[in-house]
């Protein structure tokens, strides 16, 4: 543990497969106890990292399989939570879908795109770049 009570490893290497879900998501959790962040707050990190998680497990590598990275930062200034996704699977900005019109019944809608609508509604900032072979994604959130 740091002086903040958080672990010290702030990263997680981990398969990106569904069933590998439960880890990340603890792993997240874990950051998050002791700070001073809200219920609804948290519960709203924890549903855009599944979503995202999912997205990368479902789709960054099909057919094949690779890894995911996880990362978690803090800053004091201003008092925020960046979270990150780093994987090496196909290039894909979910940011340039355009959002789904959400007047529409489900019926009407689209299938795909309400995660990340959800996502971008509920974070603060989410920022996407493909850099050295990489997908990079990152949620951030005011605390």
Do not use: W
Not at 7 to 35: M, S
Not at 117 to 141: A, C, H, P
Request: charged share 25%; with cysteine.
């Amino acid at each position: 543990m740091n002086r903040t009570g958080q672990p010290e490893n702030n990263e997680l290497v981990i398969a990106a497969e569904l069933k590998n879900l439960p880890c990340v998501l603890d792993f997240i959790e874990g950051h998050l106890e002791g700070t001073s962040i809200s219920i609804k707050q948290k519960m709203q990190i924890l549903v855009a990292v599944e979503e995202i998680f999912v997205n990368i497990a479902s789709y960054a590598y099909a057919p094949d399989q690779g890894n995911a990275i996880v990362r978690i930062e803090f800053s004091d200034e201003p008092v925020e939570v960046t979270i990150t996704f780093m994987d090496n699977g196909i290039p894909f900005d979910p940011l340039q879908r355009r959002d789904p019109d959400v007047t529409l019944s489900a019926e009407e809608r689209r299938i795909g795109g309400l995660g990340i609508f959800m996502t971008k509604k509920t974070m603060d900032s989410v920022d996407y770049e493909y850099k050295n072979g990489q997908n990079i994604l990152r949620l951030k959130k005011s605390i």
